[in-house]
């Protein structure tokens, strides 16, 4: 319990201003992620606590200057609890950042990365787009079809070719998103998660809540700005360059594989990156949760009503602002349609051929390994371990990042059963 000679020292903190009520501060530490939002007053308490005041100081100094009665007490409590507090009375806190994961490329810095940011790269940006557009208004030849992906006899040598294009492509296009986070001087981490059935990479950029929303969208739309840039870079090579025509083939491989992964972007459904743009666009704090948190309450009344009994938990969404509830309401209903069709269509097409490629490719193989075609064998094998692997890690990334799903019934946390 903090006394009221208390001094305190914080760790280095961002308090901004709310992007949505001027009443309300955003305080937070980049270095492990942790953001909250306070009344206005209470940023004022933390910046006369750095100052040197005493806990009973700032309480005497807010309540002469705003007529208010704040508990600072409670509030360092809580910074405390948060991991916000370095030390007290110059007594050092035990501090979360210790166990914390390390950002990723911690050595590039705000200055290292701006210029991809600034106005000669849109500049450039534009011209690439611009001229790729010309190019395929002029030779229309050029737009790109599934057929180009096939751009080799051996399926399998063609599909770990364009695997191993698209795994690079997909980690600059990861890469831009950490760099952007960067720029305005956020951390960020790279990863593996899975959305519904996809296996993905995934930026953690949860420290641009520190920086005002119109400089986020940088953040989340730094991914798809590289994969138009490519898209257009690949387009000119292809049609200007004057390439042999195993490259020309190769390189429009490419532009298939990277005009594939936009569509996912689009599926708001999910955490991707046009989801994090709509979040922000309505002015949610947590969109997705409060609207799947939204939807199981629909569902659990509809089920009450046809069992007779009386509804259970409270609707989810009553603590919102109104704005924010309709929001959250209308994206419920989006995110349930979505994820059923996108599930079902996988159970009918996408899982039933995965599973026929991976059963084709081990009579591949068989069939290599009794005389038949060796070539084909390997080809074979080659696709077994790409479609193999892939699926594999799909499995440990969804198992390690679902865990509690996993745990027996019965068993509590070590806290709860400690209680």
Known sequence: ???????????????????????????GRLRIGEFVELPAVYGEAIALLRGG?????????IAAEHGAEVDVAELVDALTDLGFVRSVDGEAVPDPAEKAPRSHFARLTERNVA??????????????VAAALVTLALRPALLPGYSDFFWGDYVGLTVLVNTVMM????????????MAARSLGAPGRIGFGTRLHNLVVQTD????????????????LAGL???????ATLILLVAHAGLPGTARAVLQALIVTVLMTIPFQ?????RTDLYFVLRELLRTRNLFDDGLAYAKYLFGRVTAAVRRRPAGAPDPTTGLPPR????????????VTGAAVTLTAFALFGGPIVVTTLVRAIEGVADGLTGGSALRALDSALLILIEGGIQTLFVVTFVRTHRHWFRRRGTAPAEARAA
């Open 53 to 61: 005041l005493t806990v009973a100081a700032a309480e005497e100094r």
């Open 167 to 178: 795994s690079m492509s997909i980690s600059v296009h990861e890469l831009m998103h950490l």
């Open 324 to 335: 924010e509830r309709l929001a959250t309401r209308v994206y419920s209903v989006f995110l």
């Open 115 to 128: 210029w991809l940011f600034g106005l000669p790269a849109k500049l450039l940006w534009l011209t690439a």
């Open 266 to 270: 689009l599926q708001v459904y999910m």
């Open 225 to 231: 700005a590289w994969d138009v840039f490519l898209m």
């Open 1 to 27: 319990m903090t006394a009221a000679g208390t001094t305190v020292e914080f760790h280095r903190l961002i308090v901004r201003p709310d992007d949505d009520d001027p009443d309300t501060v955003v305080v």
């Open 205 to 220: 950029v949860t420290g641009v809540w520190g920086v005002p929303r119109r400089s986020r969208y940088r953040v989340y």
